[in-house]
Nanobody, 121 residues
Framework: QVQLVDSGGGMVQAGGSLRLSCAAS????????MGWFRQAPGKEREFVAT????????YYADSVKGRFTISRDNAKNTVYLQMNSLQPEDTAVYYC??????????????WGQGTQVTVSS
């Protein structure tokens, strides 16, 4: 049974930082592309960042480019999202996702349960 467990969310002031983690089990983690998405109240879930199975080819949404960094540790079956210079518009529930193909859409096969990020002004 595949399980993705998101953690690391919380409340932070504008300009602050958080690091999200997503721990995977039940799959051969090093063969999966991983991604992060977010969903704000009343909005659709949107792509944030993705990384290939090897840790290469990171790709970001324009809204987070230069502020967020995706990384992974295949020895720990974990993917991370370092979020710096957070702004109120970054407030959302953040979800990790996994798939054999590049994870850039909500059609990804496996999903975490989400972790809330709230940025106050």
């Amino acid at each position: 049974q595949v399980q993705l467990v998101d953690s690391g969310g919380g409340m932070v002031q504008a300009g602050g930082s958080l690091r999200l983690s997503c721990a995977a089990s039940g799959l051969t983690f090093s063969t999966y592309s991983m991604g992060w998405f977010r969903q704000a109240p009343g909005k659709e879930r949107e792509f944030v960042a993705t990384i290939s199975w090897s840790g290469g080819s990171p790709y970001y949404a324009d809204s987070v480019k230069g502020r967020f960094t995706i990384s992974r540790d295949n020895a720990k079956n974990t993917v991370y999202l370092q979020m710096n210079s957070l702004q109120p518009e970054d407030t959302a529930v953040y979800y990790c996702a996994a798939d054999r193909v590049r994870v850039t859409t909500t059609r990804a096969r496996y999903w975490g349960q989400g972790t809330q990020v709230t940025v106050s002004s």
